[in-house]
Nanobody, 123 residues
């Protein structure tokens, strides 16, 4: 499985950014996709996740501002981040969990992390 993450960058407080994450490979099923973030000196924390049934969970600090969505057919998740605050500044990591692959001969399962992408909110 390969993960391609994009988005992020520098934005002023109150601005918006979009993150995307696409998983590719001989994927049969994905259980959950989402993002974690890690700010300097802090532990990595869950930001938002969505499972194959469409159930969504957000960290309290982003509720009402961030929206996660998923295109199951494309194995792609999107995170729309609005009304960004300076405390949202962090490296954001895409997470894909419960991946089931079948290459025609072998079944395998895995969880994958994408390369982090920097989100900086500053005036």
């Amino acid at each position: 499985v390969q993960l391609q993450a994009s988005g992020g960058g520098l934005v002023q407080p109150g601005g918006s950014l979009r993150l995307s994450c696409t998983a590719s490979g001989s994927i049969v099923r994905i259980d959950v996709m989402g993002w974690y973030r890690q700010a300097p000196g802090k532990q990595r924390e869950l930001v938002a996740v969505i499972n194959s049934a469409g159930s969504i969970d957000y960290v309290d600090s982003v509720k009402g501002r961030f929206t996660i969505s998923k295109d199951n057919a494309k194995n792609t998740a999107l995170l729309e981040m609005n009304n960004l605050k300076t405390e949202d500044t962090a490296v954001y990591f895409c997470y894909v969990g419960g991946i089931i692959e079948y290459d025609g001969e072998t079944w395998s399962t895995s969880n994958q992390w994408g390369r982090g992408t920097q989100v900086t909110v500053s005036s």
